[in-house]
Nanobody
């Protein structure tokens, strides 16, 4: 089993920044990819960013150039640096690890961007 714990969410004004963290524990072997998703009220969960075990990254068009995903393998941690935040970035943010082909999700952290 793999457990994921997110942190770093909160309330921020538009134009501000936040950094989310997601720490994994448990049976962590062969992590294939680490990613972030978000779900706004009344909407489906959507992809935000991913970083693979080779270090390749990919971003949703809506966050490209503003968000940066990174990882610390020694700490089994993935980060999401969010800059130039907009009101439409308001959502619950979830991290996901793909370990040996299985998806593991965190519990989510709320990000609220005010105008």
């Amino acid at each position: 089993q793999v457990q994921l714990v997110e942190s770093g969410g909160g309330l921020v004004q538009a134009g501000g920044s936040l950094r989310l963290s997601c720490v994994a524990s448990g049976s962590i072997f062969s992590i294939n990819a680490m990613g972030w998703y978000r779900q706004a009220p009344g909407k489906q969960r959507e992809f935000v960013a991913v970083i693979t075990n080779s270090g390749s990254t990919n971003y949703a068009t809506s966050v490209k150039g503003r968000f940066t995903i990174s990882r610390d393998n020694a700490k089994n941690t993935v980060y999401l640096q969010m800059n130039s935040l907009k009101r439409e970035d308001t959502a619950v943010y979830y991290c996901k690890f793909v370990v040996r082909g299985y998806d593991y999700w965190g519990q989510g952290t709320q990000v609220t961007v005010s105008s």
